[in-house]
């Protein structure tokens, strides 16, 4: 009795003290060939169990995504029984924890560090599973690790980031180590070789970019010098002076740490194509670090795309487009001369700030103005709505958009009750396919009116969406328009008679003067 009550009372402790499920055993994360395949149920137990949890947030589908599983995969094979957890989310099948994570777009590998799920470290685009194995290496090192014995090397085709460094502990090295992390797919060193600070005659505190042993280009530290231009400075220098854009070096001219690109559109095979090349590289030796240089091949069925971004014809080919890609705002060089002086005058004009932006446009069509509706284009908007003499009452709209659509018989409805009136022009623009520079800004459609005025006035319209509404609108603006025009006309016979008055001045001057 008694045997039979302690094992009674000894079960019930166990009860007490053991969870529900504790006999069970935890259940493993899921994982392929060493890589933890992680989703939004399992996310948090991981980081939790890691004391570094590389992620991949990967996207199947896209040609990249491939390439960069394919390193990812290559380099949790290495990472075999180190301390770092190698772990894949597909970001196509858990969209919701992509997006808890922000991790729906670039950058597609993050480093997760002793459970801190807010603030990961990004891993830089890799080219291959080197580049992952190459930046773990460089995270857990120190400018120490780069000192090199230049004695026994042999010149290497690839570039070399040389640092000559006064004190390898001074902050110059640390801002050189912290560009080396971030560029896993350049070679770096330090060296202190005397033979080689002689061979190049320089002192110390620099930076050089090798190849082959031949100076590329020298970049003297200074106190004010940060990571960002360093890299800026081995980035640029790393690419051609003028790179041709392909599947290739696309990834590489849109992470360029350089914002403002110069594009030049050409056909290889055109007669002038070595001319304008030509002229085109000379002018970019001047602008490193400033402009980016990129030639473009329109005949390259593979650069449609990009035609189309800057709505270029290979018939309208060559020519040169300056683009910020920050704003996006794009410039035209305003000449058909492509000199090296021409491009550069353009080039710092741009930089200056007092280059015009370009104003995109389609073709005009043909009998545009014959129609109730005037069909407008970039290039005849400004002539229409800016008429002195006439108001123009115009219709911005998005041939895609089903609610744009949806005005086109009301426009014409609008144009057929005022088509008596002479002095009224209505009308109606592609917003989509022209550059509308008015200094206004807001979705589309949207109604705008010209008033018949010296001044380029322009009235946003957003009443109801009816004839007797907009023509109701129509007259109102245009008697406003009429005590404006009686105002302009006397302040311009004003001015005109004050120029005479002034000119008159300067004959008589001249007279006496003689």
């Known amino acids: 009795?008694?045997?039979?009550?302690?094992?009674?009372?000894?079960?019930?402790?166990?009860?007490?003290?053991?969870?529900?499920?504790?006999?069970?055993?935890?259940?493993?994360?899921?994982?392929?060939?060493?890589?933890?395949?992680?989703?939004?149920?399992?996310?948090?137990?991981?980081?939790?169990?890691?004391?570094?949890?590389?992620?991949?947030?990967?996207?199947?589908?896209?040609?990249?995504?491939?390439?960069?599983?394919?390193?990812?995969?290559?380099?949790?094979?290495?990472?075999?029984?180190?301390?770092?957890?190698?772990?894949?989310?597909?970001?196509?099948?858990?969209?919701?924890?992509?997006?808890?994570?922000?991790?729906?777009?670039?950058?597609?590998?993050?480093?997760?560090?002793?459970?801190?799920?807010?603030?990961?470290?990004?891993?830089?685009?890799?080219?291959?599973?080197?580049?992952?194995?190459?930046?773990?290496?460089?995270?857990?090192?120190?400018?120490?690790?780069?000192?090199?014995?230049?004695?026994?090397?042999?010149?290497?085709?690839?570039?070399?980031?040389?640092?000559?460094?006064?004190?390898?502990?001074?902050?110059?090295?640390?801002?050189?180590?912290?560009?080396?992390?971030?560029?896993?797919?350049?070679?770096?060193?330090?060296?202190?070789?005397?033979?080689?600070?002689?061979?190049?005659?320089?002192?110390?505190?620099?930076?050089?970019?090798?190849?082959?042993?031949?100076?590329?280009?020298?970049?003297?530290?200074?106190?004010?010098?940060?990571?960002?231009?360093?890299?800026?400075?081995?980035?640029?220098?790393?690419?051609?002076?003028?790179?041709?854009?392909?599947?290739?070096?696309?990834?590489?001219?849109l992470t360029?740490?350089?914002?403002?690109?110069?594009?030049?559109?050409?056909?290889?095979?055109?007669?002038?194509?070595?001319?304008?090349?030509?002229?085109?590289?000379?002018?970019?030796?001047?602008?490193?670090?400033?402009?980016?240089?990129?030639?473009?091949?329109?005949?390259?069925?593979r650069n449609g795309r990009l035609l189309e971004y800057f709505r270029v014809r290979e018939g309208e080919a060559p020519l040169i487009r300056l683009v910020n890609l920050t704003d996006h705002v794009t410039y035209h060089l305003p000449s058909d001369k492509f000199d090296t002086e021409i491009i550069k005058t353009f080039c710092q004009t741009y930089l200056d700030g007092t280059a015009q932006p370009k104003m995109q446009s389609e073709p005009i069509p043909e009998g545009w103005d014959t129609q109730p509706v005037k069909q407008l284009v970039g290039s005849t908007l400004e002539k229409v709505a800016f008429n002195p003499d006439k108001t123009a009452f115009v219709l911005l709209y998005l041939p895609y958009s089903q609610k744009s659509r949806a005005l086109f018989p009301l426009w014409e409805e609008l144009a057929k009750a005022v088509e008596h009136r002479e002095d009224v022009v209505i009308a109606r623009i592609d917003a989509s396919a022209n550059d509308i520079n008015l200094s206004m800004y807001g979705s589309y459609p949207a109604l705008r009116l010209f008033p018949a005025l010296f001044a380029e006035r322009v009235v946003d319209y957003t009443g109801k969406e009816t004839v007797k509404d907009l023509v109701k609108f129509l007259d109102k603006e245009m008697e406003k328009a009429k005590k404006y025009r009686v105002k302009e006309d006397e302040d311009r016979k004003k001015y005109i008679e004050a120029m005479k008055a002034e000119d008159a001045k300067k004959d008589n001057k001249s007279k006496d003067e003689l």
């Not at 499920?21 to 996310?43: C, H, I, M, R």
């Not at 990472?79 to 997006?99: F, I, N, P, Y």
């Not at 290496?137 to 014995?149: E, F, I, N, W, Y």
């Not at 980035?235 to 290739?248: F, I, K, L, P």
């Open 1 to 253: 009795m008694r045997a039979a009550l302690l094992f009674l009372v000894t079960a019930c402790c166990l009860g007490v003290l053991l969870p529900a499920g504790a006999s069970q055993v935890e259940k493993p994360l899921p994982q392929v060939d060493g890589v933890l395949q992680l989703t939004k149920s399992d996310f948090d137990k991981a980081l939790k169990k890691s004391t570094q949890l590389l992620v991949h947030f990967s996207a199947p589908l896209s040609g990249d995504g491939q390439r960069v599983s394919a390193a990812f995969q290559e380099a949790a094979a290495e990472l075999q029984g180190s301390g770092v957890t190698m772990a894949t989310v597909d970001v196509s099948k858990d969209k919701d924890l992509a997006k808890q994570l922000n991790a729906s777009g670039p950058p597609p590998i993050r480093l997760y560090i002793n459970g801190d799920k807010h603030t990961p470290v990004v891993c830089p685009v890799p080219k291959n599973a080197a580049s992952i194995l190459t930046w773990l290496k460089r995270r857990a090192g120190s400018a120490a690790d780069l000192l090199t014995d230049f004695s026994q090397s042999k010149d290497s085709e690839e570039l070399l980031v040389v640092g000559f460094f006064k004190d390898i502990a001074s902050g110059y090295a640390d801002v050189f180590y912290a560009a080396a992390v971030d560029l896993p797919d350049v070679s770096f060193a330090i060296t202190h070789d005397e033979k080689l600070i002689s061979k190049y005659d320089i002192t110390h505190d620099v930076v050089l970019l090798l190849n082959k042993s031949r100076v590329v280009e020298a970049y003297k530290m200074a106190p004010k010098t940060s990571k960002g231009d360093l890299i800026a400075f081995i980035t640029v220098y790393q690419m051609e002076v003028v790179t041709e854009y392909d599947g290739q070096t696309a990834g590489q001219i």
């Open 256 to 301: 360029a740490p350089v914002p403002n690109h110069a594009l030049l559109f050409i056909s290889k095979s055109s007669k002038e194509f070595k001319q304008i090349h030509s002229a085109f590289l000379s002018a970019a030796q001047s602008f490193r670090l400033k402009v980016l240089f990129v030639m473009v091949n329109v005949e390259e069925p």
